[in-house]
C-alpha cells in the first residue's frame, strides 16, 4: 500500500511536483487540503525540503526538490540497506582497519583502528551516531570489499528507482555521493521496510567496549533524543558541501510522513525546520526550545557560576577584582555526520 502511493507521486507526478516547486508554488498550491505553511516561502531555511503523505503519496510540500546535491551521511541509509541484502551473520566480528580512517576531510573517530565490533554494533553505530568508521568497515567486510559494496549501493539505487543518485564510497564523506529529494524519500520508504534500521536509526543510545572500556554513543538527531516524536526511520547529514541534512518518516497528525530537508545553513536549522513543518501539520504543537546543554563556569574570582551554551559552543565567564566581566564563546568545529 505504501510503495504504490510513494512511487505514484514520485513517478508520474514527479515531474507535476517539480514544476510546481520550481514556479515557485508554496504548500497549499500542491495540496489544497493544507494552509500555506507560511506567507513568508523563506520560513523553511533548508534550501531542499520535500514533505510526502506516505500513504496517500500527496506531496504536502516542496521547495527545490529537482536539486542534484551531495547528501553525506544520508549516504548510510543505503549502507545499512545493502549490508542487510547481503545477508551477512550480524554477529560476525568486523575490524576497523587503516583502509578505514577518512581521507576526505580529516574526521576523527572514537573506533581507533584495531577496534573489533560485531556487523550489528557497527551498523547500529552507523545509523544512529552516524560514525563514518563504522560505516566504512562495513563496506570493506563486505564480500568482494569496497568496490563491490559501492556497486551494490548503485545498483540497489537503480532498483528502487533513484534516478539521480551516484554513490562512489560507504560513508557520505566524499561530496560525490550525490542524490535528489524524491530520491531520497523512496530511500527513506525502502529503509522502513527493514526492522534493524528502523530500530538502529531511533534509537537514543549505545554503549560499546573499545580497548577494554565502555565508549557511549548518542543519536545524532535531537528530535529522536526529545522522545516527543513518533519517528520510524532517522538519519542526519553534514559535509561542508552538503549543508546540514536531515530525513524521516515520522507519524504527523495522524499521518505517515517523509521529511527530507537538504542544505541547512545553522547548526539547528533542520531541526527547527522540522519543528515548523510539525507545527504547520499540527496546530497545537509547541515549537520546542533548541537543545542547550549546561556549561561550568568559574565563581568567584574569575572562575564559575553556571551557564547554558548551545551544543557545541563552549561560554566562559570570568572576572577579575575591580575588572568587568568578560564572557568569552568558542564554537567547536562541526563534526562530518
Not at 246 to 258: G, H, K, N, W
Not at 271 to 292: F, K, Q, T
Amino acid at each position: 500500500m505504501y510503495k504504490i502511493g510513494l512511487d505514484a507521486v514520485l513517478a508520474f507526478g514527479r515531474a507535476a511536483v517539480l514544476a510546481a516547486c520550481a514556479a515557485g508554488y508554496s504548500a497549499g498550491a500542491v495540496a489544497n487540503a493544507l494552509p500555506p505553511i507560511a506567507e513568508d516561502p523563506e520560513v523553511l531555511k533548508s534550501s531542499t525540503v520535500l514533505v510526502i503523505d506516505e500513504e496517500t503519496g500527496e506531496v504536502l510540500y516542496g521547495k527545490n526538490t529537482a536539486a542534484v546535491v551531495p547528501i553525506a551521511s544520508i549516504t548510510k541509509l543505503m549502507t545499512a540497506i545493502v549490508t542487510l541484502d547481503a545477508n551477512l551473520p550480524l554477529d560476525e566480528q568486523v575490524a576497523v582497519t587503516g583502509d578505514d580512517v577518512d581521507l576526505y576531510k580529516g574526521t576523527r573517530s572514537r573506533l581507533p583502528v584495531g577496534t573489533t565490533l560485531s556487523r550489528a554494533e557497527m551498523l547500529h553505530l552507523a545509523l544512529m551516531a552516524s560514525e563514518n568508521r563504522a560505516a566504512s568497515a562495513l563496506g570493506h567486510s563486505y564480500p568482494g570489499g569496497a568496490g563491490a559494496f559501492v556497486a551494490a549501493m548503485n545498483a540497489k539505487a537503480a532498483e528502487l528507482g533513484m534516478k539521480d543518485t551516484r554513490f562512489v564510497e560507504a560513508t557520505g564523506l566524499s561530496s560525490e555521493n550525490v542524490s535528489s529529494a524524491p530520491d531520497l524519500a523512496r530511500l527513506v520508504q525502502a529503509a522502513k521496510a527493514y526492522p534493524l534500521i528502523r530500530e538502529y536509526s531511533t534509537s537514543t543510545a549505545l554503549d560499546v567496549e573499545v580497548r577494554g572500556r565502555k565508549v557511549a554513543f548518542g543519536n545524532t538527531n535531537g528530535l529522536v533524543r526529545s522522545g516527543d516524536w513518533e519517528i520510524g526511520v532517522s538519519k542526519t547529514g553534514f559535509i561542508r558541501e552538503a549543508g546540514r541534512c536531515l530525513v524521516m518518516q515520522a507519524r504527523l497528525a495522524s499521518r505517515s510522513v517523509i521529511i527530507v530537508l537538504l542544505d541547512s545553513w545553522g547548526s539547528f536549522t533542520r531541526i527547527a525546520d522540522a519543528a515548523r513543518i510539525r507545527a504547520w501539520l499540527e496546530p497545537g504543537y509547541s515549537m520546542p526550545v533548541l537543545n542547550a546543554k549546561p556549561v561550568k563556569k568559574a565563581s568567584a574570582k574569575g572562575a564559575t557560576v553556571k551557564r547554558t551554551a548551545a551544543q557545541g559552543a563552549t561560554v566562559k565567564h570570568t572576572s577579575a577584582k575591580g575588572s568587568g566581566s568578560r564572557v568569552k564563546v568558542s564554537i567547536k568545529p562541526a563534526k562530518a555526520r
